[in-house]
C-alpha cells in the first residue's frame, strides 16, 4: 500500500482515504525511493542481481549449471518412473528414494529454471508473491531433505546393526510415519520465515543481492526492524538442519563401529560399499551448506559472491548426485532401468 504525503491537506485527505499500490519499475534510477517521512512507496516488485561483484560469473556458469539441471531432473525422473513401474522395488528403502528425488525435483524447479532465465536472458524481475512462494519452498523442502537424508542413514544402520529385525522395523508403516513426521515438523518450524518476511514494509531498495529470494536478503531491504527474522532463522536453522545432521553422523558412527566388526569375508566390503557413497553425499550436502554459513559470518574475508554461489549449487549439485549416488549404484535399480529399457524397445 502507498500513501504519498503532501502539504496540500486536500490531497492528503484523498490519498489517505483511497490508498492506491504504485509498481516501483525494476530500474537502477528508481530502485532507490527517499524515504525520509515526506514520501515512501511500497515494493511490488523485486529485482533479483545475482553477482554484483563478479557478473562474468553469469556467463562461464550458465552451461554448466544447465547441464547439471538436465542431469537433476533426467536422473530423478528415471528413478521415479523406474520405483513406480517395477514392482519388485516397492519396499521401503525404495520408497524413501521416490521421496528424496520428489524434494530434489521440486527444489530445482523453484530455483534453477528463474536463475538460468537471468543468466540468460537477463529477465531479473520476480513478483511479490512469486519471491516469497520461493521463498517458501526453499526454506521448507531442504530441511525436509536432510530430515530424510536422517531417515536413510537410520534404514542402513537398521539394515547393519540389526539385520534380523530389520523387516519389522523398516515397513511400509514406518515410511508413512516418517513422511508425516517430515511435512508436518518441517512445514510448522520454517512456514513462519516467509510470513514474517512478507509481513515487514518493503518501501526503499527493490534489489536482491542474490540470485533468489533467500530470506535475509530480502529482509534485509525492509524498512522495519528485521532482528526477530534473523533470530528466528537462525533458530529454526540450527534446530532442523544441525539435529539432522548430528543425529546421522552418530547413526555412520555406529555403522563404521558395527562394519569393523564384521568377521565374514566380504561382509565389510559390501556393507562399505552400501553406505559409504551415502556418507560421502550427506558429508557433501552438509559441507557445503557449512561453508555458506561461514561465507556469510566472514563476509570482510570473502567476496559477497560466494554465498550467492554456493546457495545456488546446493539446490543442483546433490539433485544431480542423489540419484546416481542412492539409486542408479544399486543393482536392483539398474536391472529395473534395463528392464524398463527392454520393454520399451
Known amino acids: 500500500m502507498i500513501i504519498l504525503r503532501t502539504d496540500c491537506r486536500i490531497n492528503n485527505f484523498l ?18 525511493i527517499l524515504y525520509n517521512g515526506s514520501s515512501s512507496t511500497e515494493v511490488s516488485e523485486f529485482l533479483v542481481n545475482c553477482f554484483v561483484r563478479s ?20 536422473a530423478n525422473a528415471t ?37 538460468l532465465l537471468v543468466f540468460w536472458f537477463d529477465l531479473r524481475l520476480i ?20 530430515c530424510i537424508f536422517l531417515v536413510m542413514a537410520y534404514d542402513c544402520y537398521v539394515a547393519i546393526c540389526h539385520p534380523l529385525h530389520y523387516p519389522s522395523i523398516i515397513t511400509d508403516k514406518f515410511v508413512v510415519k516418517a513422511s508425516i513426521f517430515t511435512v508436518t515438523w518441517n512445514t510448522l518450524l520454517t512456514t513462519p520465515i516467509p510470513i514474517l518476511s512478507a509481513q515487514l ?15 535475509l536478503s530480502v529482509s534485509k531491504l525492509s524498512c522495519d526492524n528485521v532482528i526477530l527474522n534473523k533470530i528466528y532463522q537462525l533458530i529454526v536453522a540450527w534446530t532442523l538442519l544441525g539435529s539432522d545432521l548430528i543425529l546421522i553422523f552418530l547413526s555412520y558412527s555406529f555403522i563404521l563401529r558395527a562394519v569393523l566388526r564384521l568377521k565374514t569375508k566380504g561382509a565389510a566390503a559390501k556393507a562399505m560399499n552400501t553406505c559409504g557413497f551415502h556418507f560421502i553425499l550427506i558429508l557433501f550436502f552438509s559441507t557445503i551448506l557449512l561453508v555458506f554459513v561461514l561465507s556469510h559470518m566472514t563476509k570482510k574475508m ?44
Not at 490519498?15 to 532507490?32: D, E, H, I, K, W
Not at 545456488?312 to 528392464?339: C, D, F, M, S
Open 15 to 32: 490519498l489517505l482515504s483511497f490508498p492506491q499500490r504504485t509498481r516501483v519499475y525494476p530500474t537502477r534510477a528508481n530502485a532507490m
Open 302 to 345: 570473502v567476496s559477497s559472491d560466494v554465498p550467492i554461489l554456493l546457495n545456488v549449487l546446493h539446490h543442483v549439485i546433490p539433485a544431480a548426485l542423489n540419484p546416481i549416488v542412492y539409486g542408479i549404484r544399486t543393482q536392483e535399480i539398474k536391472q529395473g532401468i534395463l528392464k524398463l529399457l527392454r520393454k520399451g524397445l
Open 127 to 146: 513478483s511479490f508473491s512469486a519471491c516469497f512462494l520461493q521463498m517458501f519452498i526453499m526454506n521448507n523442502f531442504l530441511p525436509m531433505e536432510s
Open 55 to 74: 557478473p562474468s560469473w553469469q556467463h562461464s556458469l550458465s552451461l554448466p549449471l544447465s547441464l547439471l539441471f538436465l542431469l537433476g531432473m533426467g
Open 201 to 215: 514494509h518493503y518501501c526503499g531498495n527493490n534489489i536482491i543481492e542474490n540470485c533468489i529470494c533467500a530470506n
Open 79 to 115: 528413478l521415479l518412473i523406474t520405483i513406480r513401474l517395477e514392482a519388485s522395488l516397492h519396499e521401503p528403502m525404495y520408497y524413501l528414494l521416490s521421496i528424496l528425488s520428489t524434494l530434489d525435483i521440486v527444489l530445482c524447479l523453484t530455483v534453477i529454471p528463474k536463475v
